[in-house]
């Protein structure tokens, strides 16, 4: 499956991702994203009503209740757009390494220079949302405030997944040095088990042709396990890099969901759904 080409519009607002019950093979919901930075907020719907999100089980479904987005998609829905872009995901993926499903729960661009350059979707292990309780409890937290909800989920033993899909071709020495300047936000001076992480990363895109519509799947199964797939389309079939030091891990997803994201569509999308599943 490949990137639809990019629409060139002007900067949107965060969008919100919608997971709706086991879809029809195909079908498709448009993210919707709020006005973009000046328009009155009045002028754009809250984010309403419910959806569930399918989970395979042995037994039946089970389910993740997350709402969608005012004049979002119906059930039966099986991928979610980021408007921006035109990009498609999967509302659930299978990723190597790890043998749950993972649920979208946000989506968001990044732009360089006023060019889109990728989509990119963060995945959460669909478990978890069995119940807004057990979700609480797997982050900690008890109230929603968006500073603290993202670190919470960082420090939780949760897993989670960023798929990244390119809008237009890139060498691996400019995807890497883009992650490397991710990482130097939060890791000045590298240690010794940092820079072999570092090395890893240099490895494992330097030399590679990355199309456009190739997928980049960064999975954080534990704090010092991070799996890297790379796919020339959605369908990852195996992991071709882990990234084993704590830090790294954490400071390449802080730089996707922190308090100063690369994407600030992605963390502002991600936020609606889950401040809407934690005050549910």
Not at 134 to 155: H, L, M, N, P, Y
Not at 199 to 228: A, C, D, N
């Amino acid at each position: 499956m490949s990137a639809v080409p990019v629409v060139s519009s002007a900067l949107a607002g965060p969008a919100v991702a919608v997971a709706v019950a086991r879809p029809a093979s195909g079908s498709v919901t448009r993210l919707r994203a709020p006005a973009p930075h000046g328009v009155p907020a009045g002028s754009v719907p809250l984010a309403s009503g419910l959806a569930n999100c399918y989970r395979r089980s042995a037994a039946a479904a089970r389910r993740l209740p997350i709402p969608s987005a005012a004049g979002g998609g119906t059930v039966g829905d099986a991928f979610v757009i980021e408007d921006t872009t035109n990009v498609k995901f999967p509302r659930e993926i299978a990723v190597p390494g790890y043998t749950e499903p993972l649920v979208i729960l946000g989506t968001g661009y990044r732009e360089k220079f006023f060019l889109k350059i990728y989509a990119a979707a963060f995945y959460v292990d669909c478990s978890i949302g069995v119940d807004t309780m057990r979700w609480r409890e797997k982050v900690g937290i008890e109230t929603f405030d968006a500073s603290s909800v993202f670190d919470s989920i960082f420090k939780a033993p949760v897993v989670k997944s960023l798929s990244i899909i390119l809008v237009r071709d890139v060498d691996g020495k400019t995807f890497v040095k883009a992650l490397d300047d991710i990482i130097a936000r939060q890791i000045k001076k590298p240690s010794a088990e940092e820079e072999q992480s570092l090395s890893t990363f240099q490895k494992t895109f330097l030399g590679r042709s990355l199309k456009q519509g190739t997928t980049v799947y960064l999975t954080w199964l534990e704090p010092s396990k991070l799996l890297i797939s790379i796919a020339g389309n959605q369908d990852p079939c195996q992991v071709d890099a882990e990234i084993t030091s704590a830090t790294v891990n954490y400071a390449l997803y802080d730089g996707f969901l922190g308090s100063s994201p690369v994407s600030p569509t992605l963390r502002s999308s991600t936020a609606l759904l889950l401040e809407a599943i934690l005050t549910k």
